[in-house]
């Protein structure tokens, strides 16, 4: 079933114009209005009622709350796939995400691609390569580490439940990182590599380089930056990479963990609500969003008998990235016995063939 692909080259007039559009939207607009994939803590609320007796109770509204209601009020930006136009790709399936890649993960057959070349932030799933480069460095994951001031984003003014001075073992930051999105524990696990944090965003970029990731870009370990950026090619062998790693795969799909923070107890969930869906059966995942980016998903899961590597970029809508896994996973249950492979670009790689896949 071909599906058009549109090209990242659009032509240097409509470059210009995404260019100016970029610094329209994303530098005009007040920083710190994109949201994170993982979700913030919410603070408590800042309206206070006073009445004096026999007259109306008037909400009084504190600063705080009027500089979020002005965030609020504030137009979304548009992402970088939208202002690339990369929407108005058409698919036979009608996604709502701009850039799609399914492949066969035993056979590297493409199965259906979307803008697969396209490259563009990939805010949290860049967290999966954070989980590779820890795991394959077989540092002591019992090892206690400390969040600090450092960990804390500036960017986007996302929030974290974990507090500056919180203690964690490092299994329990990759856990949170992989599963919950957790920034800090995220930027902790990197901090915290032999050599520090440039050291870490290095051996990210050479195991991406390794793997053949060709058109992938990493500046820090959490996706809060947009430019961390990768295309649905990339990606995909992200992920089948990925699936081999036992660690990854199981705190990549945990429905959820408690840790111990000085005297509570809390409660992290996994932001991909499909891992505790009984029809999918899923190997590894990771979910991911910032305004630059949309919102994104990788998963490698087993549909109709087959090992099927999905990625998901630039998705319109908070649940439109679960809903495009959903018609996917239907179109190929329906067609299993009758599906022919797309005449476009197979991710072959060396890695992925050698590799294979354990889940």
């Known amino acids: 079933m071909p599906l058009n692909t549109r090209r990242a080259g659009i032509g240097a007039a409509l470059l210009q114009r995404s260019l100016a559009a ?146 964690l073992t490092r299994a329990e930051a990759m856990h949170l990182a992989l599963m919950s999105s957790e920034n800090r524990a995220a930027h902790a696990l990197g901090r915290t590599y032999p050599g520090g944090l440039s050291a870490f965003v290095s051996a990210m970029n050479a195991k991406a380089r390794q793997l053949g990731m060709t058109s992938t870009t990493y500046v820090e370990p959490t996706g809060l930056s947009s430019r961390n950026q990768s295309s649905a090619r990339d990606l995909a062998i992200l992920v089948s990479a990925a699936s081999n790693d036992p660690m990854l795969r199981e705190y990549s799909t945990s429905h959820g963990a408690q840790v111990a923070v000085g005297k509570r107890v809390l409660q992290y969930n996994n932001t991909n609500r499909l891992v505790k869906n009984p029809d999918w059966d899923i190997g590894v995942q990771k979910t991911g969003y910032i305004s630059e980016a949309g919102q994104c998903l990788v998963m490698q899961a087993r549909i109709a008998g087959r090992k099927v590597i999905m990625v998901f970029l630039d998705s319109a809508g908070k649940l439109s990235r679960i809903a495009d896994a959903e018609r996917v996973r239907r179109w190929v249950e329906h067609n299993a016995s009758s599906l022919t492979p797309v005449n476009g670009l197979p991710v072959r790689t060396s890695v992925a063939r050698r590799q294979g896949s354990n889940s």
């Not at 493409?110 to 460095?137: C, D, F, H, R």
């Not at 450092?150 to 507090?163: A, C, P, Q, W, Y």
């Open 22 to 167: 970029l610094v329209a939207a994303f530098v005009l607009l007040p920083a710190g209005h994109a949201a994170t994939d993982a979700g913030s803590s919410r603070s408590k609320s800042s309206a206070k009622v006073s009445a004096k007796p026999g007259a109306k109770a008037t909400a009084k509204v504190a600063p705080k709350a009027k500089r979020r209601a002005a965030v609020a009020a504030a137009p979304a930006r548009p992402s970088y796939g939208q202002i690339a136009g990369l929407h108005a790709t058409p698919d036979d399936l009608a996604l709502k995400s701009s850039v799609a890649l399914v492949i066969d993960q035993d056979t590297q057959e493409v199965l259906l691609q979307k803008n697969q070349s396209a490259v563009l932030p990939i805010a949290s799933l860049t967290k999966l390569m954070t989980g590779t480069v820890i795991s394959e460095a077989r540092l002591p994951m019992d090892e206690v580490i400390t969040i600090t001031q450092d960990d804390v984003d500036t960017e986007k003014g996302s929030g974290s439940r974990l507090r500056p001075g919180t203690t």
